[in-house]
T-cell receptor
Framework: AQSVSQHNHHVILSEAASLELGCNYS??????LFWYVQYPGQHLQLLLK??????LVKGIKGFEAEFIKSKFSFNLRKPSVQWSDTAEYFC???????????FGKGTRLSVIA | GAGVSQTPSNKVTEKGKYVELRCDPI?????LYWYRQSLGQGPEFLIY????????DSGLPNDRFFAVRPEGSVSTLKIQRTERGDSAVYLC???????????FGEGSWLTVV
């Protein structure tokens, strides 16, 4: 069975601090990996995705994530966070078969001035 | 429309009542998904359709939950004899095909009192 673990439930950072949110998955086959973001009062939006190729993926708003197959990880990073990055971040796992995405429980990020 | 549309955005119902939630996916998307999100949790898969047929309904919690997509576009999630534990945000999403990027609607907030 597929599963996704997000280690941090709530992260609080000051503006300009660097961010890394952990995501580990469990699945033995070829994976597609996603990070979704949910800003307060808004719907889930795609931040970035990895299907194949370069394991370092760049997304919108300066976010990036690195797929490390040996560690079953897909951590999200941003060198310098802004107050507007305050949101809930969800890691999700898919595969090439006919199975829907499996989501982690999410990490709430609060950025303070 | 340009995005996934869900109605109603909010629904308050009494315990034991019947509820229908509607989803209009992005035009041309053949795969449609229903997820449920409770407070502090990630989206939990309920059911997904490929075209008109339910390709995977393994996430439906019990036989009070049912979903249809009769013409391969709009879908309706139906909940019979609602219980207070059914209170959650019901999310609909669509994609060109399963396993790929899915695009979410705003969700329908269901409160059972």
């Amino acid at each position: 069975a597929q599963s996704v673990s997000q280690h941090n439930h709530h992260v609080i950072l000051s503006e300009a601090a660097s961010l890394e949110l952990g995501c580990n998955y469990s699945y033995g086959g070829t994976v597609n990996l996603f990070w979704y973001v949910q800003y307060p009062g808004q719907h889930l939006q795609l931040l970035l995705k990895y299907f194949s190729g370069d394991p370092l993926v760049k997304g919108i708003k300066g976010f990036e994530a690195e797929f490390i197959k040996s560690k079953f990880s897909f951590n999200l990073r941003k060198p310098s966070v802004q107050w507007s990055d305050t949101a809930e971040y969800f890691c999700a796992l898919g595969n090439s078969g006919n199975t829907p995405l499996v989501f982690g429980k999410g990490t709430r990020l609060s950025v303070i001035a | 429309g340009a995005g996934v549309s869900q109605t109603p955005s909010n629904k308050v119902t009494e315990k034991g009542k019947y509820v229908e939630l509607r989803c209009d996916p992005i035009s041309g998307h053949t795969a449609l998904y229903w997820y449920r999100q409770s407070l502090g949790q990630g989206p939990e898969f309920l059911i997904y359709f490929q075209g008109t047929g339910a390709a995977d309904d393994s996430g439906l919690p019990n036989d009070r939950f049912f979903a249809v997509r009769p013409e391969g576009s709009v879908s309706t999630l139906k909940i019979q004899r609602t219980e207070r534990g059914d209170s959650a945000v019901y999310l609909c999403a669509s994609s060109f095909s399963s396993g790929n990027t899915i695009y979410f609607g705003e969700g329908s907030w269901l409160t059972v009192v």
